[in-house]
């Protein structure tokens, strides 16, 4: 090279002039004006109709009629389009699952059954293929949490896009998967009780029922007393487990308490208020029947996918698919989901589910942006289309929740995403064979 | 959980059954007339009808079109902005299936038979109704490279066993690839558990069928020839069935995900000179079109499912969309209960994944399974002289927001939103007054009294 530029002056210095321009425009892109859009703002400014949405380093910084366009921002024209925030998907396990059946490739649920220090973001993989399929339908951030046991791990809040973990944690700890034991019933499927060994007669599974929940509030009990004890002496021995619990106790830390049926959920409000935790429910699918109960304490839910077969026998047909408009009727505050994470592209359908059955179509979409944004306590950042917030945006060419509608353009902290896919290759290889 | 309770629950089904079918009876014209009038038509076979009437006589279509009005005594169903479409084929299902749908001890099983084992007591046949489905192909799993025969019906819910055969659909028979027999193999120790495997069974079958076929066409050459000492050969129930399938008396429905192991059947069946009528799932159609549509095999897929296993790692929505474009045909196919229930808006991915029309996608539910089924003759489409298997629904179906309001199968109604209304009501009051009964009459000290949280039956997956 050093012989190359002593021979050829020229030729090298206008290599590194266009090699400085690109860095430049590179540098530029990163302002971005959406211009004459539909904005869905879903904050209280509501829709605006033929408006623009401006975009400086990754962040929104201006909406409205008129806008200043920043020198050498990138203009996207948005005529007969629309844009909303990107969809949060506040349950799954997206990045720590590919293939399911395949067991070398599942990182979702290890030995024990008390494990708070387990994190989801260190087993997360960035480069997961279905990551790409799931966001090129709108959804930008999605939970990825661990499962099995009574304390699962930590559950982490990732957008979904980003060469490393790193780059794409929104929380590395968004919330400690509690699972209290359950009774029996109403599990078959992820997200439910722990189910419990051996006991022919009901007693039996009650007892160790208790004998679970009486370990965890000791657990916790003990975390309390470590607090203290470290504080009054910095030199008290570290206790890992421990310490990922010490936020939960102070009520600094959410607690996902993973409960179904109405008599699960009920218990897992009660444990969750005596032993004092920041909590919400996850689950919820008979949460309808308690809706009373959660509007009182003030419990919001972030819940299973609602595309989903009644649970019981003689339970309506539409059981499932009503539920997001009981809770809505009864003031209780829900995130929708679609955790599996094959399926996390599926999750404006079940907003258009909820909405079919029921739901209004305001209340349909934040479901899906700034509610979960809310439950999970980053409403601040993500959720709705307003200055000061993380240019998470897509853009569309008609209603979010429609099977047919188009993704044209996706911001994922300010990034123009590429829309291509595993899927989308396979599909262009094989319709060019002849 | 007291017996008692369970008995009470079948009871309280069995009237809630007949409440249903005496409703339907009570919405019919007594003349066996209907008129839906005033509705979007989706055809299917020949385009829409903007505000189009359907004359349904005696169960069957008589007139469809834009100016038809109802004769004395005809019942009027006004679909003033409402939609009618087909009902809906779901051509891969495992509903109304008592005790198993995998006989996997052995590698061929041609001798069992879904039809012996329909249970028309299972509620997902109505919950199927009120997602618009009108017939269903019920199968045999795929623990096994020759499974079961499968059964085509119609969900007459409240009929019996018998009620639900779809009467003269062509029979089939289930066959298997990849990974489920391999892995009931393995598990059970039962050849075969490689892919290879599969093929030398199949293969070793068809050679013993095909030896089968020969001797009995030998035995009645010599009947026919007045033989007198002829002796029949023995019957062999296991390979009744392939022989039906050489004679292509007998359609053959073959899981199969991987290409590879989709163009090994294709040699098979071409080395005995059958035909592949589907490759159900066929999540790698996509990649063999042009074999495929050359030997005339109907891909049964899935709208988006993937990467649930590695077989499944390069599945892609488009699968249906490149079938058709490269001029085969294809079917969105549920393999769930669940999934059934939306089978219209499963089919409209393919209108956002691989831009097929209303049309095309509206078929991949109707009009191809009926096809694939050799029944569409019968139904699929709304044409005079098919079944009155009709769907109507608040929104076009291949939206979101669509909600079925009547499904209606031979001109009668199975499901009706309104009377679902009322009826849940009912079955919410004699639920409570059971539950109360069920607390007085339990032995006292011990159990927890009523027990709904034991009725939660466990969610069914895909079964494949």
């Given at each position: 090279m050093a012989k190359s530029s002593q021979r050829y002056p020229i030729l090298f210095i206008s290599m590194a002039v266009l090699a400085a321009a690109l860095f430049l425009s590179a540098a530029d892109n990163r302002a971005y004006v959406i211009q004459n859009v539909k904005v869905n703002?879903?904050?209280?400014?509501?829709i605006l109709d033929r408006a623009s949405v401006v975009v400086v380093d990754g962040k929104i910084t201006q909406v409205g009629k008129t806008v200043k366009v920043p020198a050498g921002a990138q203009i996207i024209k948005g005529d007969g389009l629309e844009v909303y925030p990107g969809m949060i998907n506040a349950w799954g396990n997206i990045g720590l699952t590919e293939v399911p059946a395949v067991d070398v490739m599942n990182d979702t649920t290890d030995l024990g059954t008390f494990k708070p220090q387990l994190l989801a973001f260190s087993a997360f993989h960035p480069a997961s293929e279905l990551i790409p399929v799931a966001r090129v339908n709108g959804i930008t951030t999605a939970i990825s949490a661990p499962s099995g046991g009574i304390i699962a791990g930590q559950a982490s809040l990732l957008h979904l896009d980003g060469w490393t973990a790193d780059e794409m944690a929104v929380l590395k700890s968004a919330g400690m998967v509690i699972t209290l034991p359950s009774l029996g019933g109403g599990r078959g499927g992820r997200g439910g009780g722990t189910a419990l060994p051996g006991g022919t007669q009901a007693t039996d599974a009650a007892r160790a029922q208790q004998q679970q929940i009486s370990e965890l509030s000791e657990l916790l009990e003990k975390t309390r007393h470590y607090v203290k004890a470290r504080e009054a002496n910095p030199a008290t021995e570290r206790d890992r487990a421990l310490d990922a619990l010490a936020p939960v106790v102070k009520g600094q830390l959410t607690a996902f308490m993973q409960a179904q049926t109405a008599r699960d959920i009920r218990n897992a409000v009660e444990f969750a208020k005596k032993e004092n935790l920041k909590f919400v429910i996850q689950g919820g699918r008979e949460a309808n029947k308690v809706a009373d109960l959660l509007k009182k304490e003030n419990v919001m839910v972030i819940l299973d996918s609602i595309v989903a077969l009644p649970t019981r026998q003689d339970d309506p047909y539409d059981a499932r698919f009503t539920l997001p408009k009981e809770l809505a009727a009864a003031g209780v505050k829900f995130a929708l989901t679609s955790p599996s994470a094959a399926d996390v592209r599926n999750l404006p359908y079940e907003a258009g589910f909820a909405q079919a059955y029921g739901l209004s179509h305001e209340e349909a979409l934040k479901a899906v942006t700034i509610y979960p944004a809310e439950i999970l306590g980053v409403a601040d950042r993500i959720g709705t289309i307003e200055p000061g917030k993380i240019a998470d945006l897509v853009v569309t060419?008609?209603?979010?929740?429609?099977?047919?509608t188009q993704v044209k353009n996706l911001f994922i902290a300010g990034k123009d995403v590429s829309l291509e896919t595993k899927h989308t290759l396979l599909y262009k290889k094989y319709m060019d064979r002849k | 959980m007291p017996n008692r309770f369970k008995i009470h629950i079948k009871i309280l089904f069995i009237l809630a059954v007949l409440a249903m079918v005496c409703a339907a009876w009570a919405q019919m014209g007594s003349s066996g007339v209907v008129l839906i009038k005033d509705a979007t038509i989706l055809t299917v076979s020949h385009g829409n009808i903007a505000k189009g009437s359907i004359l349904i006589r005696d169960g069957k279509i008589a007139a469809v079109g834009p100016n038809l009005t109802a004769p004395a005594g005809a019942a009027v169903i006004d679909a003033t902005g409402q939609f009618v479409m087909p009902g809906i084929i779901d051509p891969h299902s495992h509903i109304a299936i008592a005790g198993g749908i995998n006989e996997g001890t052995l590698a061929v099983t041609s001798m069992v038979a879904i039809e012996d084992v329909l249970?028309?007591?299972?509620?997902n046949i109505y919950r199927e109704l009120a997602g618009g489905v009108t017939t269903t192909l019920t199968m045999h799993g795929s623990a096994n490279p020759i499974g079961g025969t499968n059964a085509v019906i119609k969900l007459r819910w409240g009929k019996d066993a018998k009620g639900l055969l779809f009467k003269g659909a062509k029979p089939t028979l289930k066959f298997a690839l990849g990974e489920n027999v391999k892995r009931s193999g393995a598990a059970a120790t039962r050849y075969p558990a490689t892919r290879m495997g599969t093929e030398d069974v199949i293969r070793t079958a068809f050679i013993e069928a095909r030896d089968y076929m020969r001797a009995w066409d030998e035995y009645k050459k010599r009947v026919a020839a007045s033989d007198k000492i002829a002796i029949p050969p023995k019957k062999d129930l296991k390979l009744e069935p392939l022989v039906e399938v050489l004679r292509g008396e007998r359609t053959t429905n073959v899981h199969g995900y991987r290409a590879d192991e989709m163009l090994m059947m294709l040699r098979l069946a071409d080395e005995f000179g059958f035909k592949v009528n589907s490759f159900e799932h066929g999540l790698e159609a996509y990649k063999i079109a042009k074999e495929i549509v050359a030997h005339g095999a109907i891909v049964s897929t899935f709208s988006d499912g993937w990467a649930y296993k590695i077989e499944a790692y390069d599945s892609i929505p488009y699968n249906a969309a490149i079938i058709t474009r490269k001029g085969g045909m294809a079917c969105i196919n549920s393999d769930s209960a669940e999934e059934a229930r939306h089978l219209n808006q499963e089919a409209a991915k393919t209108m956002k994944y691989g831009g097929l029309s209303e049309q095309e996608a509206l078929a991949l539910v109707t009009l191809n399974p009926a096809k694939e089924l050799r029944i569409d003759d019968r139904v699929g489409a709304i044409d005079p002289g098919k079944d009155a298997d009709l769907v109507i629904w608040n929104h076009h179906p291949l939206s979101v927001y669509a909600v079925a309001q009547k499904t209606m199968i031979d001109g009668e109604i199975y499901f009706d939103i309104q009377k679902d209304q009322e009826m849940r009501k009912r079955t919410e009051e004699e639920r409570k007054s059971l539950e109360a009964l069920d607390k007085k009459n339990a032995p006292q000290g011990r159990g927890r009294g009523s027990a709904p949280d034991n009725f939660i039956n466990k969610i069914p997956h895909r079964q494949d």
């Open positions: 703002t879903l904050s209280s400014a509501g060419d008609g209603d979010l929740l429609e099977i047919r | 249970d028309p007591t299972d509620i």
